[in-house]
């Protein structure tokens, strides 16, 4: 998921920097451990709060990236119907009641859900996501002293990534502990590293079982950090170069493999190197029904190039494997197949690409089918009109 989360995020900037995404973009790179793990231990019938940083709670929880990304896109298949954009996600039937813009303005409002459930009598806890720019705020003070008094099921996570915008926290608090204001609500406090999953997941744990049960409310300071600016439009000048790149060294995705490898997962590479073995022999068969054996070899060395890509952006899941591989055999289609009809026009006269296409019929359609690429994209009007 952190993956899914990280790759959505990329390229969610790369739309945004073409102009096909509008309004703000703040993006999640470099936090992912905190709502995966926060995802994992809460219930179908818990409730999340969260800030205008909202994408990767929402996809955490379960929102289909379609919709996240049909949102920022501004249409009505969004989960917003398009009217929230980046900033206002929501998903009700997943309990996730936002993304909200205005800084520390949703922690009275998770406050209410979590009386709501305790009037109630529910067995259900909410959670709140902020950042440590929220902490100065005076509707953080208010959520925070009626949670402590009425012992109300929620869960205060302040995701502190060190910067409110482009200001450092030792500008803005007297105290470098944000978990230390927990003990002035009456509730319990905790702080640690947010980029190993396994940490976060325990410790958020602790805290959704201690409501649940009726322990009352908790204040988490998750120790984390950005590696973008603050909003795709800040460059974040406000830091040192050298700063990131230490940073960086403890990308939570980085954090996990190594400890998944150390664990003896390591294995996962061959797998990799076995699958794209396969994948280039069957591309190569199936590109050879295509257009020859040069085609086929050409096919073969691409999917074999893609393969340090894919070993350098590794990935747990064999699903995002399987994708990069039939992207990168469509990918040569796309480049190849226009110039391979014309070739063998060419060569074997004007029509004679329209008449191989009727005699091969079948293993086309069936490549087609096999390998789901959109011919249409990159074939003569006579293969389009033939697959029909």
């Known amino acids: 998921m952190m993956m899914v989360m990280r790759r959505f995020e990329e390229e969610a900037a790369r739309n945004y920097a073409k102009g096909k995404i509008g309004g703000f973009l703040h993006l999640y790179i470099g936090q992912e451990a905190i709502a995966v793990a926060a995802a994992e231990v809460l219930e179908e019938r818990d409730y999340i709060f969260q800030t205008y940083r909202d994408h990767g709670i929402a996809l955490a929880r379960g929102m289909p990236a379609k919709a996240a990304m049909a949102e920022l896109f501004g249409k009505d298949t969004g989960c917003s119907r398009g009217f929230g954009g980046s900033m206002h996600f929501f998903d009700v039937e997943r309990g996730f009641l936002g993304g909200w813009a205005i800084v520390g303005g949703h922690l009275a409002l998770a406050a209410g ?69 927990a003990k002035g609500y009456g509730m319990a406090g905790d702080r640690f590293d947010g980029h190993d999953v396994e940490v976060v997941q325990a410790r958020i744990s602790e805290a959704v079982d201690r409501a649940r049960s ?93 393969k340090d890509k894919v070993v350098a952006a590794w990935s747990p899941t064999k699903e995002w494997l399987t994708t990069y591989q039939k992207g990168a055999i469509e990918g040569f ?7 391979f009809a014309k070739a063998y026009d060419d060569e074997h006269g004007k029509g004679a690409f329209a008449k191989l296409m ?31």
């Open 214 to 306: 009726g322990g009352g409310p908790t204040f988490i300071e998750v120790l984390t950090y950005r590696f973008r600016g603050h909003s795709m439009s800040d460059p974040a000048k406000y830091r040192t170069r050298t700063e990131l790149e230490q940073r960086k060294q403890q990308d939570p995705i980085t954090v996990v493999r190594e400890k998944l490898m150390g664990l003896g997962v390591a294995t996962l590479k061959e797998e990799i190197n076995k699958a794209l073995a396969f994948g280039t022999v069957e591309a190569g068969v199936a590109m050879g029904r295509f257009g020859g054996t040069d085609v086929a070899l050409k096919s073969a060395k691409h999917v074999e190039q893609a």
């Open 113 to 181: 859900t979590a009386f709501k459930s305790k009037y109630a009598g529910e067995d259900s806890v909410t959670v709140c996501f902020f950042g440590d720019g929220s902490t100065n705020i005076g509707g953080f003070h208010e959520a925070m002293s009626l949670a402590g008094l009425w012992k109300l099921p929620v869960v205060f996570v302040c995701e502190n990534n060190q910067y409110a915008m482009g200001t450092p926290l030792e500008r803005t608090s007297p105290l470098k502990d944000l978990s230390i204001k």
């Open 358 to 388: 009727k005699k091969k019929k079948d293993d086309i359609i069936a490549t087609i089918l096999k390998f789901k690429f959109d011919w249409s994209a990159v074939a003569p009007k006579e293969l389009t009109a033939l697959v029909r």
């Open 333 to 339: 289609c796309k480049q190849r197949g226009v110039g």
